[in-house]
């Protein structure tokens, strides 16, 4: 059975490595990766093509471009609100399982600096928690707290404040 499937394997990629004359066009694609399929044997699909529009993390109107988590004051609780998006990313670490996530936790500057550190860990952690429960593998999420250092806003006013309470969600060549 081996011989068979090591053969079977040689051919394929003896096959992959002819040449095609330019004159012809329009060949199918076949998948020939062992395991393909079902049996367990190789076998022979045609491949369609089809149009894929651009990168769901980079299109707004993708819920995967939202990615800030807001958090009440003095809470890490993560809002009922907030769920789709987390779902929505969740799902899409779990279908893409190179993709890498950093998640930064915040803190407005009302606390001392010790304390804002560790609040903005319990909110990427609460993130990473949620993400995990939701389908996401733990290897591809890293959560760190940021404290009070990222603000979004610098004014001392409540919506300011409200701002710079958050875990921000990114991804591999974004941190």
């Known amino acids: 059975m081996k011989r068979m499937l090591l053969a079977m394997v040689a051919t394929a990629a003896l096959a ?44 707004p109107s993708s819920p995967l471009a939202k990615r800030s988590v807001f958090f009440e004051f003095d809470r890490d609780d993560i809002k009922e609100e907030y769920r789709p998006m987390l779902e929505a990313h969740a799902k899409y670490l779990a279908q893409n399982q190179t993709k890498k996530m950093l998640i930064q936790g915040n803190a407005d500057d009302r606390g001392s600096r ?33 404290g009070e250092e990222k603000p979004r806003c610098t004014e001392q006013t409540e919506e300011c404040w409200a701002q710079n309470r958050r875990a921000d969600l990114l991804y591999s060549g974004e941190f």
């Not at 190789?42 to 980079?58: A, M, Y």
Request: hydrophobic letters at 30%; a negative charge.
């Open 16 to 59: 992959a490595c002819s040449s095609t004359p330019e004159s012809e066009t329009g060949a199918a694609v076949e998948d020939r990766t062992p395991g393909s399929g079902t049996g367990g044997g190789t076998t022979t699909q045609p491949i369609t093509t089809t149009t894929i529009p651009g990168d769901p993390l980079k299109d």
């Open 114 to 146: 010790e304390y804002n550190i560790g609040l903005g860990q319990r909110r990427a952690d609460a993130v990473k928690r949620t993400l995990v429960l939701l389908g996401a593998a733990e290897v591809q999420i890293e959560s760190v707290s940021l």
